[in-house]
């Protein structure tokens, strides 16, 4: 008996800015190119140009998610956009997206939660979704469809020099998009766990401009200190990310009723490829059936998995069964289960 | 137990103790106390004296919004951290304060949606707890913008109306289909980002923030606004908004008991209220004593009325929110 979903995605899209040279990449943070990619499980990545936010990324995705999901922008209810990596500090990139759209004046919602950007974005535009309508008489006729963007410009943000590399080497750009709604047809989204666990936020994060700091929250010697790059400590995290990307799996390979065997497809997103393959091996899906995004394209936080997704969907037949999971900064950490 | 709507079932707040008065500001720039208070009806805001974090100051009003909901942080089953001024770049404020609350590893993320982000990590909780997503829900506004201003001559404009604060609400399903949450609307129009902003740290510029973001006639590295035209759209949009919300539910404003508008500038709420007709007494106002706290300002109005007695069983309270992105939006509540 088939379940009930969530909601349905009916149109997916992605885009990945022009990809940077690795020999370039290589020079300015003074290692090899065979090396940039041995060092890290990366093979390539994206950078986007000056002036391009993440709301220019996520606009390039969204025309072909329309056209699948046969919405107009004026169909739209309401917009979410999970990023870490804002356009600009405030407002927020749904603004300016919903503005680069020519979307009515519908709500524009941005999120953050890291590499669980995209799970977070799904869970919120399935509850909307699926809201009744004020005065009861059904769904609330507002959120039919709604859009959820999930991408970073990390690029700008990276230190691009030795001191940098491994950062450098692992974060990169892009942008993937979802209409999400109510209906008959599309991919069932049947099940979205996330968690997050805030004990281990100092071992992967961006620590300026802070807020929290008395007097000014970024002066010029905190930029000459190089404070307001990314930094991680993988190792640390190493032995904590699998069991965790696993737990989340098994939510909600329950909640949908398979079994790890049953997933045609894991995407499994994480900045260290190893990790998301050994995360992959807990939770028992065979090596030939995992993706990891990281390896294709970089670590894009919020944006991998939207990506991942859109790539994989195209190829994929109806019924096919995808697990999705991803860790990062926070920690936060989730899956979703979902069936072409 | 069929989940009908949601409620407000605890409200918390907490502002630093340092009181900035219109006079301290006037040692530092070029201004005055009759300037301040003609224009915007600010008489005195708080700021931090020592480091303190948005989710600091979230901490506090978690717990009396627990304390008063009479539910614990183990039983919070999804954080939602409204914010424009976080304590790190990231990861998430919502990250932070699960930790400094003892939660249970649940879902947590920040929304920034400015003035409106309250209202907006209302509408989202709302929606995850009618969905079955979330049981008891904590949403906190919670904003430390004195580390961010430009609190010169420079930057006066901006630099007098901001004030720190956090307020929080903890919600949960009720089955009276009466009571709690009757509608949210949410709203922007991202063509006047611009109008009031934060440029920098900017991911589309590159590098993202530089030295120079930091200093110069007009530094992209502190916030901007031009004045007069975001106060020509608020208030267009705050009785719009709060209007769609009574029509929503066939309800009209003479049914309303009490409007909590963001607090902005104390002028744009005067002018709304004498447009819609709304009787003062009917309208929370207190900029006079925190300024614009953005995501804050509706929790701590909201704990205020409270405190106040001038919020009561089967009131219809209508919260709005109108600022940058811009985006506006209002929840209507039967409490």
């Known amino acids: ?340 | 137990m069929s989940v009908s709507r949601t409620r407000i079932l605890g409200v918390g707040r907490a502002v630093p103790e340092r009181v900035v008065a219109n006079d301290d500001l006037a040692q530092r720039m070029d201004t005055s106390d009759e300037w301040i208070q003609q224009r915007t009806g600010i008489r005195q805001r708080r700021h931090i004296s020592t480091s303190t974090g948005a989710t600091d100051l979230g901490k506090i009003a978690a717990e009396e919004a627990l304390r008063s909901a009479g539910v614990s942080a183990q039983d919070v089953d999804l954080v939602i951290f409204a914010t424009l001024s976080p304590d790190i770049d990231w990861p998430s404020c919502a990250c932070l304060l699960t930790q400094k609350l003892g939660t249970r590893n649940i879902p947590a993320f920040d929304v920034k949606n400015q003035c409106s982000g309250f209202i907006y990590g209302l509408a989202s909780a709302d929606a995850m707890i009618r969905a079955g997503r979330a049981r008891r829900a904590l949403v906190v506004g919670g904003e430390i913008h004195s580390t961010g201003l430009d609190l010169t001559t420079r930057g006066r404009e901006v630099g007098v109306i901001f004030g720190d604060g956090a307020g929080a609400v903890v919600l949960g399903p009720t089955d009276d289909p009466d009571r709690g949450i009757l509608s949210t609307h949410l709203h922007a129009d991202g063509n006047h980002a611009e109008k009031l902003w934060l440029e920098a740290a900017a991911s589309r510029n590159r590098p993202r923030i530089k030295p120079e973001d930091l200093d110069g006639d007009d530094p992209a590295g502190f916030p901007r606004m031009s004045g007069k035209f975001v106060f020509k759209h608020a208030v267009t949009r705050f009785p719009e908004v709060i209007k769609e919300s009574l029509d929503a539910n066939g309800l009209a404003i003479a049914d309303l008991d009490l409007l909590i508008p963001h607090q902005a500038n104390l002028r744009i709420n005067q002018f709304v209220a004498a447009g819609l007709e709304l009787d003062e007494s009917k309208v929370v106002n207190n900029i006079d004593r925190y300024g614009n706290t953005t995501a804050a300002s509706i929790p701590i109005a909201l704990h205020e009325a409270i405190a106040d007695g001038r919020v009561a069983a089967d009131m219809l309270v209508c919260l709005a929110a109108f600022g940058a992105g811009f985006t506006w939006a209002a929840a209507l509540m039967r409490w």
Request: with cysteine; proline share 6%.
């Open chain 1, 1 to 340: 008996m088939p379940r009930e979903p969530l909601a349905r995605i009916l149109g997916l899209g992605r885009h990945l800015p022009p990809q940077v040279s690795n020999d370039q990449l290589a020079r300015e943070l003074g290692t090899t190119t065979d090396e940039l990619s041995s060092s890290t499980g990366v093979a390539r990545r994206h950078h986007a140009q000056a002036g391009q936010g993440p709301s220019d990324l996520a606009l390039l995705a969204v025309r072909g998610a329309l056209a699948e999901a046969r919405t107009e922008v004026g169909d739209l209810g309401l917009i979410v956009f999970a990023t870490a990596t804002p356009d600009v500090t405030f407002p927020g990139a749904a603004c300016f997206l919903q503005a680069k759209l020519g979307a009515p004046t519908i709500g524009a919602l941005d999120v953050r939660a890291q590499s669980a950007g995209f799970l977070c974005g799904l869970d919120i535009a399935a509850a909307f979704a699926s809201l009744p309508a004020p005065r009861g008489g059904g769904s609330d006729a507002r959120y039919a469809r709604v859009l959820v963007a999930a991408g970073e410009v990390l690029s700008s943000g990276l230190d691009l020099t030795p001191g940098g590399r491994d950062m450098s080497a692992r974060l990169a750009d892009g942008a993937g998009v979802a209409v999400v709604g109510r209906g008959d047809h599309g991919a069932r989204l049947l099940s979205v766990c996330w968690y997050t666990d805030g004990a281990l936020a100092d071992r992967f994060w961006c620590e300026y401009p802070a807020s929290c700091q008395y007097p000014l929250r970024v002066r010029a010697e905190d930029l000459a200190a190089g404070r307001h790059f990314p930094k991680a400590d993988l190792a640390a995290l190493a032995p904590v990310v699998p069991p965790r990307i696993a737990a989340a799996a098994g939510d909600v390979l329950s909640a949908a009723g398979w079994r790890a065997g049953d997933v045609d497809l894991a995407i499994l997103d994480y900045v260290d490829p190893a990790i998301a393959r050994a995360a992959g091996e807990s939770i028992g899906v065979a090596r030939d059936r995992v993706v990891v995004p990281t390896e294709q394209f970089g670590h894009v936080m919020a944006g991998g998995l939207a990506i991942a997704l859109a790539d994989a969907a195209a190829k994929l037949t109806s019924g096919s069964r995808v697990l999705l999971a991803a860790a990062g900064p926070g920690l936060a950490w989730g899956a979703a289960a979902i069936e072409i």
